[in-house]
């Protein structure tokens, strides 16, 4: 559809435990994160060491995860509506997995522009939804990021009804309440 008019072609992703499959950077600890060429230091031993960033500030969350009724589904991150093609950022320092279409028959095909980092060997964080036509993702796969850093920009890519990031925590290729993972204040 409209990233194949655009010329993308999408690659599946990959789950966390194929990184096993991969060389992987070198994940130590540090009290301080530093991203390094080739590997990632950072503090992974709890949520509340991590220093998770929200990926927009201040969002209209418009979708708590967990179940819905409207939908009779179960919402899987949460949903954080701002103007299109404000800049999406990484939550923490990892390095990108996934930067592209969603795979069309996959349980995330509805995603459609996402980008998925790692941050660590179990743990990930999903953006979905992102522009695709005037500001696509800006970081591509086996990137080490940054948190902070700008991943892509807010869209309506995939099946949504506004634009807005949706926002994934996964532990072990399972999706966790993401505000477990961040800061009370969306500043």
Known sequence: AAGASAGLTPTPIAPIAALAQRPAPTVVSSPSPVAVAGSVRTNLLQPSTLGFVWPVTDPDVTTEFGERNFAQSFHTGI???????????????????????????????????????????????????????????????GQVVRRGQVLGYIGMTGLTSGPHVHFEVLVNDQPINPRKYLPSSMG
């Not at 950022?89 to 990892?94: I, S, V």
């Not at 795979?103 to 660590?120: C, D, E, L, R, T």
């Open 79 to 141: 949903d954080l509506a701002k103007p299109m093609e404000t800049a999406i950022r990484a939550a923490a320092d990892g390095i990108v997995l996934k930067a592209g279409l969603a795979i069309p028959g996959q349980p995330s095909a509805s995603y459609g522009m996402m980008v998925v980092v790692a941050h660590g060997p179990t743990l990930a964080t999903l953006y979905a939804h992102l522009d695709n036509r005037g500001m696509p993702p800006v970081v591509k796969e």
